[in-house]
C-alpha cells in the first residue's frame, strides 16, 4: 500500500524558527523523514509527497528515498496556497487504489498505521480518531472536532463543532472516493480536506478507528514541537528498565541522547563509547588505589547510563539492526566481565586471601547467568506489563549501581560479595518463575 503525505503548506506558526515546516528539526531528523521513517517500521515502501512552499528544498532534502529503502515521488501543486484539500486533490491522477493518508507535521506511533490493515476501504475512507479530546498532546482550540455515533461512523466533523466526542488525528485509510468528495468541496469553495470528509461523512462514507492511548501529536507550532520532544523522550523508557534506569539513568541518558543526537552520532560508536569507559574503568579498579577505585566508581556508573544512550538514538532516529543489539549485549558482557575481574583483583590486594578469586567467579557467573535469563525472563516481563501487572527486574543496571555505590564508600569486597549472592540466587528465582510459566503453556 503506498502513503501520501501532504507536504505543502506555509506553516505559518512554525515559520518565524524552522521553515519550510516538513523540515523542522527533531532529534537529528526532519519532522517529514520522522513520517516516512515510521510509515516504513509499519511496512510502507512507496510515498507520494505533495509538495508546495518550498518544494525544491523538501525535495533536495529528502530524495526520491534511496538512503531510507523506500521508493518516493513528488507532486507540485500550484494551488497550495488554497487549502490542504487541493494537495490531497493534486494526486488523483497518480493514485487508483487504497492508500494511507498522511500529514507532514503529525507524529504518531507506527503500530497505527499496522492497525490499519485490518481495515480495507471499498468505496469508504476510514479516519483514525482520538476520544482522549482532553490530552496534553491535544490543542482543543485548533483540533479538528468528530461528532461520532455507536457504529462508529463519523457523522460530522469541524474546528468549530459545539458538541463532539473524539479528535481526528489527521491519519487516513482511504479509497479513491476522496478525490471525488474533494472535488466536489473545492467547486463549493472549500478546499480543506475536512471539507472533503464532510462530505464523506453526511453519505455515510466515514468510518472511525479507535487509537485512543497510542502517540501522536500535532506539530503545529513551537509549543507542541516541544511537547512532541518531550513525548518522544517519555517513549523511550522500556518495560524491561530496571529501577535504576527508570529512577536515575534513563533521566541523565535522555539529556545525553537529545545532545548526541543533534551531532548524528551512530548508535553503534556510543556502544564502543560505553564498553571503552567500563574497560576503564576495570583498569582503575585493577591498579587497587583509594583514589583509583573512586574514579572507577563513578566510570562504571557512566558506561551505565552511556549503555543507554545507543538504544534511544537507535530508537529516535530508525537506526535499530539485529547487529546493533548483538553488538551492545556482547560489549556489555565483555564490560561486566572485565570491570568484576577489576573489581576482584583490587580487593584481594586489600585482603590477601585467595578465596577472594572464588567470590569474584561466583559474582562473574552470577553476572552472565543474569543476562542469558533475561532473554527468557523479559517476555514475562513484557506480558505482564501488557496486562498492567507490576514488575521487578534485577539487572545490569542495579549490579553496576552496586559497585558504584561501593566505590564511593571503599567497600568493594562488599560489593563482590553481594554481587556474588544476588545475582545468583535472582538466577535461580527466574528459573522458578519460568519453570512455573513454561508448564502453563
Same mark, same amino acid.
Given at each position: 500500500? !503506498?502513503?501520501?503525505?501532504?507536504?505543502?503548506?506555509?506553516?505559518?506558526?512554525?515559520?518565524?524558527?524552522?521553515?519550510?515546516?516538513? &523540515?523542522?528539526?527533531?532529534?537529528? &531528523?526532519?519532522?517529514?523523514?520522522?513520517?516516512?521513517? #515510521?510509515?516504513?517500521?509499519?511496512?510502507?515502501?512507496?510515498? *507520494?509527497?505533495?509538495?508546495?512552499?518550498?518544494?525544491?528544498?523538501?525535495?533536495?532534502?529528502?530524495?526520491?528515498?534511496?538512503?531510507?529503502?523506500? +521508493?518516493?515521488?513528488? *507532486?507540485?501543486?500550484?494551488?497550495?496556497? !488554497?487549502?490542504?484539500?487541493?494537495?490531497?486533490?493534486?494526486?488523483?491522477?497518480? /493514485?487508483?487504489?487504497?492508500?494511507?493518508?498522511?500529514?507532514?507535521?503529525?507524529?504518531?506511533?507506527?503500530?497505527?498505521? +499496522?492497525?490499519?490493515?485490518?481495515?480495507?476501504?471499498?468505496?469508504?475512507?476510514? &479516519?483514525?480518531?482520538?476520544?482522549?479530546?482532553?490530552?496534553?498532546?491535544?490543542?482543543?482550540?485548533?483540533?479538528?472536532?468528530?461528532?461520532?455515533?455507536?457504529?462508529?461512523?463519523?457523522?460530522?466533523?469541524?474546528?468549530?463543532?459545539?458538541?463532539?466526542?473524539?479528535?481526528?488525528?489527521? /491519519?487516513?485509510?482511504?479509497?479513491?472516493?476522496?478525490?471525488?468528495?474533494?472535488? +466536489?468541496?473545492?467547486?463549493?469553495?472549500?478546499?480543506?480536506?475536512?471539507?472533503?470528509?464532510?462530505?464523506?461523512?453526511?453519505?455515510?462514507?466515514?468510518?472511525?478507528?479507535?487509537?485512543?492511548?497510542?502517540?501522536?501529536?500535532?506539530?503545529?507550532?513551537?509549543?507542541?514541537?516541544?511537547?512532541?520532544?518531550?513525548?518522544?523522550?517519555?517513549?523511550?523508557? +522500556?518495560?524491561?528498565?530496571?529501577?535504576?534506569?527508570?529512577?536515575?539513568?534513563?533521566?541523565?541518558?535522555?539529556?545525553?541522547?537529545?545532545?548526541?543526537?543533534?551531532?548524528?552520532?551512530?548508535?553503534?560508536?556510543?556502544? *564502543?563509547?560505553?564498553?571503552?569507559?567500563?574497560?576503564?574503568?576495570?583498569?582503575?579498579?585493577?591498579?587497587?588505589?583509594?583514589?583509583?577505585?573512586?574514579?572507577?566508581?563513578?566510570?562504571?556508573?557512566?558506561?551505565? *547510563?552511556?549503555?543507554?544512550?545507543?538504544?534511544? /538514538?537507535?530508537?529516535?532516529?530508525?537506526?535499530?539492526?539485529?547487529?546493533?543489539?548483538?553488538?551492545?549485549?556482547?560489549?556489555? #558482557?565483555?564490560?561486566?566481565?572485565?570491570?568484576?575481574?577489576?573489581?576482584?583483583?583490587?580487593?584481594?590486594?586489600?585482603?590477601?586471601?585467595?578465596?577472594?578469586?572464588?567470590?569474584?567467579?561466583?559474582?562473574?557467573?552470577?553476572?552472565?547467568?543474569?543476562?542469558?535469563?533475561?532473554?527468557?525472563?523479559?517476555?514475562?516481563?513484557?506480558?505482564?506489563?501488557?496486562?498492567?501487572?507490576?514488575?521487578?527486574?534485577?539487572?545490569?543496571?542495579?549490579?553496576?549501581?552496586?559497585?558504584? &555505590?561501593?566505590?564511593?564508600?571503599?567497600?568493594?569486597?562488599?560489593?563482590?560479595?553481594?554481587?556474588?549472592?544476588?545475582?545468583?540466587?535472582?538466577?535461580?528465582?527466574?528459573?522458578?518463575?519460568?519453570?512455573?510459566?513454561?508448564?502453563?503453556?
Amino acid at each position: 500500500m !503506498k502513503a501520501l503525505i501532504i507536504a505543502a503548506g506555509e506553516g505559518s506558526r512554525l515559520k518565524p524558527f524552522y521553515s519550510p515546516k516538513p &523540515l523542522t528539526p527533531l532529534f537529528g &531528523l526532519s519532522l517529514l523523514e520522522h513520517i516516512i521513517l #515510521r510509515a516504513k517500521e509499519a511496512g510502507i515502501t512507496e510515498f *507520494i509527497i505533495v509538495v508546495g512552499h518550498q518544494a525544491e528544498q523538501i525535495i533536495k532534502k529528502v530524495g526520491h528515498g534511496e538512503r531510507y529503502g523506500v +521508493k518516493i515521488d513528488y *507532486i507540485y501543486n500550484p494551488d497550495w496556497k !488554497k487549502g490542504n484539500g487541493s494537495s490531497v486533490y493534486a494526486a488523483r491522477e497518480k /493514485i487508483k487504489e487504497p492508500f494511507v493518508l498522511l500529514m507532514s507535521d503529525h507524529l504518531f506511533d507506527e503500530k497505527i498505521l +499496522k492497525k490499519l490493515n485490518n481495515f480495507y476501504p471499498n468505496g469508504r475512507c476510514y &479516519l483514525c480518531i482520538d476520544r482522549n479530546y482532553n490530552g496534553e498532546h491535544i490543542n482543543p482550540e485548533d483540533a479538528t472536532k468528530v461528532t461520532l455515533n455507536h457504529e462508529p461512523t463519523i457523522i460530522d466533523l469541524g474546528k468549530n463543532l459545539p458538541e463532539y466526542n473524539a479528535i481526528d488525528t489527521g /491519519i487516513f485509510l482511504c479509497s479513491p472516493v476522496i478525490f471525488s468528495a474533494l472535488k +466536489k468541496s473545492i467547486a463549493q469553495g472549500d478546499y480543506t480536506l475536512s471539507g472533503g470528509a464532510r462530505l464523506l461523512a453526511r453519505q455515510g462514507k466515514l468510518k472511525a478507528v479507535d487509537i485512543t492511548g497510542h502517540f501522536w501529536i500535532d506539530v503545529d507550532d513551537v509549543a507542541a514541537l516541544r511537547k512532541a520532544r518531550k513525548m518522544l523522550l517519555q517513549n523511550l523508557d +522500556k518495560p524491561t528498565d530496571g529501577p535504576i534506569s527508570r529512577l536515575i539513568n534513563r533521566k541523565i541518558s535522555r539529556f545525553i541522547t537529545t545532545w548526541l543526537c543533534k551531532w548524528r552520532f551512530h548508535p553503534n560508536t556510543v556502544t *564502543i563509547f560505553s564498553f571503552i569507559l567500563a574497560m576503564v574503568a576495570s583498569a582503575l579498579f585493577f591498579l587497587g588505589k583509594k583514589e583509583l577505585i573512586l574514579a572507577g566508581g563513578i566510570l562504571t556508573q557512566l558506561a551505565s *547510563i552511556i549503555d543507554g544512550c545507543d538504544g534511544e /538514538i537507535a530508537r529516535l532516529q530508525f537506526k535499530r539492526s539485529k547487529f546493533g543489539e548483538l553488538l551492545d549485549r556482547t560489549l556489555d #558482557r565483555y564490560g561486566d566481565a572485565f570491570i568484576i575481574i577489576g573489581l576482584t583483583h583490587a580487593v584481594f590486594l586489600a585482603l590477601r586471601n585467595e578465596w577472594v578469586w572464588f567470590v569474584g567467579l561466583m559474582a562473574l557467573l552470577g553476572s552472565f547467568m543474569n543476562s542469558y535469563t533475561a532473554l527468557h525472563y523479559d517476555k514475562i516481563l513484557l506480558l505482564k506489563h501488557t496486562r498492567n501487572q507490576t514488575s521487578f527486574r534485577f539487572g545490569r543496571d542495579i549490579r553496576l549501581f552496586i559497585i558504584f &555505590l561501593a566505590a564511593l564508600v571503599n567497600q568493594l569486597g562488599l560489593a563482590l560479595g553481594l554481587l556474588a549472592v544476588i545475582t545468583n540466587g535472582e538466577s535461580i528465582r527466574r528459573l522458578v518463575i519460568l519453570s512455573h510459566e513454561y508448564q502453563s503453556v
